[in-house]
């Protein structure tokens, strides 16, 4: 079997999760590429997931949401420095 038929016959997956175009039309997210680059983009949908996964609640380290020590600093800029999280009064 040649490979052009192997990938036609492939269905693709409905992804799990879906970003529109829209997503990056929004000016948090405009902001948010502007200042850290598609990588504060990720950092910012990895915090949404685990937010989703806990009921939008998260006491968090910044090792669970990133393995990389210089990437410390953009993940506390993204969580208390921009528009896109919502803080309690404990700062979880």
Do not use: H
């Amino acid at each position: 079997m040649n490979r052009s038929n192997e990938t036609s016959k492939r269905k693709i997956k409905d992804p799990f999760f879906q970003v529109s175009e829209n997503f990056f039309e929004r000016i948090e997210i405009i902001d948010l590429v502007s200042k850290y680059g598609f990588e504060g983009v990720g950092i910012y949908l990895k915090i949404s997931l685990m937010l989703l996964k806990n009921q939008g609640s998260l006491s968090y380290d910044w090792k669970y949401i990133s393995s990389k020590k210089k990437d410390q600093k953009m993940i506390e800029d993204i969580i208390n420095r921009t528009a896109l999280f919502e803080l309690n009064a404990d700062k979880k």
